[in-house]
C-alpha cells in the first residue's frame, strides 16, 4: 500500500467554478476508485498556499500518478503530491539504508 499527499491549487477555471467544488469531489472519489485509489483525508485551505490537501492511499505509486493525471486532465486543478510514510515504513526505509 502508497500513501500520497496531494497538494492541489485551483487554475483559473477552477477558480471560476469554485462552487462546484464538493460536487467535483464526489466525482473525483468516483474515478479514484476506478484507479484503485481511495481518499483518507481532504481538506479545503483556500487562502493557504495551496486550495486543496488531500491524502490517498492506493496499491501502487503508479495508480496514484495515473489518477492525478486524470483529475489535471479536467482543467480545474494542478498538482504537485508526494509519497508519504508512516512510522513503520519509515523505520523499515531507515534501516534499509544503513
Same mark, same amino acid.
Given at each position: 500500500?502508497?500513501?500520497?499527499? +496531494?497538494?492541489?491549487? %485551483?487554475?483559473? /477555471? =477552477?477558480?471560476?467554478? @469554485?462552487?462546484?467544488?464538493?460536487?467535483? @469531489?464526489?466525482? +473525483?472519489?468516483?474515478?479514484?476508485?476506478?484507479?484503485?485509489?481511495?481518499?483518507?483525508?481532504?481538506? %479545503?485551505?483556500? =487562502?493557504?498556499? @495551496?486550495?486543496?490537501? &488531500?491524502?490517498?492511499?492506493?496499491?501502487?505509486?503508479?495508480?496514484?500518478?495515473?489518477?492525478?493525471?486524470?483529475?489535471?486532465?479536467? =482543467?480545474?486543478?494542478?498538482?504537485? %503530491? &508526494?509519497? +508519504? @510514510? =508512516?512510522?513503520?515504513?519509515?523505520?523499515?526505509?531507515? /534501516?534499509?539504508?544503513?
Amino acid at each position: 500500500m502508497t500513501t500520497g499527499i +496531494a497538494f492541489l491549487k %485551483w487554475t483559473e /477555471q =477552477g477558480v471560476k467554478s @469554485y462552487r462546484d467544488t464538493l460536487d467535483r @469531489y464526489e466525482q +473525483a472519489r468516483k474515478t479514484a476508485g476506478e484507479h484503485g485509489v481511495q481518499f483518507k483525508d481532504i481538506y %479545503w485551505t483556500p =487562502g493557504g498556499p @495551496y486550495d486543496i490537501v &488531500c491524502v490517498m492511499e492506493a496499491g501502487e505509486e503508479k495508480e496514484l500518478a495515473s489518477f492525478i493525471l486524470s483529475l489535471e486532465s479536467m =482543467g480545474n486543478l494542478r498538482s504537485t %503530491w &508526494c509519497d +508519504a @510514510y =508512516g512510522p513503520d515504513q519509515m523505520r523499515e526505509i531507515i /534501516q534499509a539504508s544503513r
